[in-house]
């Protein structure tokens, strides 16, 4: 099953009668449309203690299976069909960490090039990863959704404990490749070209495709559309610019630019996707 990123995709917003982290049953009542693909402006970690069925995030199918964590994004666009013996909880939040801080820097399961959304964990850690959400829906019950430095805490360490799985299954070596993305993260506001990037290595864009090509399946210009998309998604959710200001922000030469730029991606203008996260 595939995902046309073409067609306009439903996009729920943060649920405004809840705390900023919360946990619910995956087999709570829907809060919306979800058994068609779908997509949200904040964090979901799916965790499956047992299971069976599909889920579909970003045009890739994953088994749902016992001792997994399956991670979506901001923006991911996904579709969960689970078996009714599943048993599994969904950790949603928003705003943990400040919305100017690139999360997937110290996350980088959120990243926006990782293309593996699904963690299979050895159960030893499953179970301390199980045993935490716990406690952290028992800290957020007990101060009536209020959040505390306990359950940031709480968070943190169960994001901390799946970054140890991640890093045993996910890794670029390639230094060039390595050193590209650092240096994008640097310049992807102001420089949009993949020339620009390949004379701060000193190799040739050529030799810079073919590196980033090998080592994760994308040509520069691909990784640099997909920077400036998900910057994009999260300016338009998470701040109060205006189209025209993040053109700006984003480098581009004007709102028009920008708005056909995104209208290519997403299927819909930056406004018209704006104001969907308000329904």
Same mark, same amino acid.
């Given at each position: 099953?595939?995902?046309? /990123?073409?067609?306009?995709?439903?996009?729920?917003?943060?649920?405004?009668?809840?705390? @900023?982290?919360?946990?619910? @049953?995956? %087999?709570?009542?829907?809060?919306?449309?979800?058994?068609?693909?779908?997509?949200?402006?904040? +964090?979901?970690?799916?965790?499956?203690?047992?299971?069976?069925?599909?889920?579909?995030?970003?045009?890739?199918?994953?088994?749902?299976?016992?001792?997994?964590?399956?991670?979506?994004?901001?923006?991911?666009?996904? !579709?969960?069909?689970?078996? $009714?013996?599943?048993?599994?909880?969904?950790?949603?939040?928003?705003?943990?960490?400040?919305?100017?801080?690139?999360?997937?820097?110290?996350?980088?399961?959120?990243?926006?090039?990782?293309?593996? *959304?699904?963690?299979?964990?050895?159960?030893?850690?499953?179970?301390?990863?199980?045993?935490?959400? /716990? !406690?952290?829906?028992?800290?957020?019950?007990?101060?009536?959704? /209020?959040?505390?430095?306990?359950?940031?805490?709480?968070?943190?360490?169960?994001? @901390?404990?799946?970054? $140890?799985?991640?890093?045993?299954?996910?890794?670029?070596?390639?230094?060039?490749?390595?050193?590209?993305?650092?240096?994008?993260?640097? %310049?992807?506001?102001?420089?949009?070209?993949?020339?620009?990037?390949?004379? !701060?290595? *000193?190799?040739?864009?050529?030799?810079?495709?073919?590196?980033?090509?090998?080592?994760?399946?994308?040509?520069?210009?691909?990784?640099?559309?997909?920077?400036?998309?998900?910057?994009?998604?999260?300016? !338009?959710?998470?701040?109060?610019?205006?189209?025209?200001?993040?053109?700006?922000?984003?480098?581009?030469?004007?709102?028009?630019?920008?708005?056909? +730029?995104?209208?290519?991606?997403?299927?819909?203008?930056?406004?018209?996707?704006?104001?969907?996260?308000?329904?």
């Amino acid at each position: 099953m595939s995902v046309n /990123k073409k067609i306009e995709v439903p996009s729920y917003a943060y649920p405004k009668d809840q705390a @900023s982290i919360y946990v619910e @049953s995956i %087999h709570a009542p829907d809060r919306y449309e979800s058994r068609r693909p779908h997509r949200h402006n904040y +964090f979901e970690i799916m965790l499956f203690k047992t299971g069976s069925g599909s889920h579909v995030i970003n045009q890739k199918k994953y088994v749902v299976s016992e001792c997994s964590a399956h991670i979506i994004s901001p923006q991911h666009i996904h !579709l969960l069909n689970q078996g $009714s013996d599943t048993e599994g909880v969904v950790i949603i939040f928003e705003k943990f960490i400040s919305p100017d801080k690139d999360f997937s820097l110290e996350y980088p399961f959120f990243h926006f090039l990782n293309a593996n *959304h699904v963690l299979d964990i050895e159960p030893g850690l499953f179970n301390e990863i199980w045993a935490l959400q /716990k !406690l952290l829906e028992k800290e957020i019950i007990r101060t009536k959704n /209020k959040i505390n430095a306990i359950t940031n805490a709480y968070l943190t360490i169960i994001l @901390s404990k799946l970054m $140890s799985v991640f890093k045993n299954e996910t890794s670029i070596n390639d230094p060039v490749v390595k050193s590209f993305l650092y240096l994008l993260e640097q %310049h992807y506001t102001t420089e949009h070209k993949a020339v620009f990037y390949a004379q !701060l290595l *000193h190799i040739s864009p050529t030799q810079l495709t073919k590196k980033t090509t090998e080592t994760i399946g994308l040509s520069p210009k691909e990784i640099i559309q997909i920077r400036l998309f998900d910057a994009a998604c999260k300016l !338009l959710l998470f701040s109060e610019m205006s189209v025209k200001e993040i053109a700006f922000t984003l480098g581009f030469f004007d709102a028009a630019h920008f708005t056909k +730029f995104f209208e290519n991606k997403q299927g819909m203008s930056p406004k018209k996707f704006k104001e969907a996260q308000k329904v």
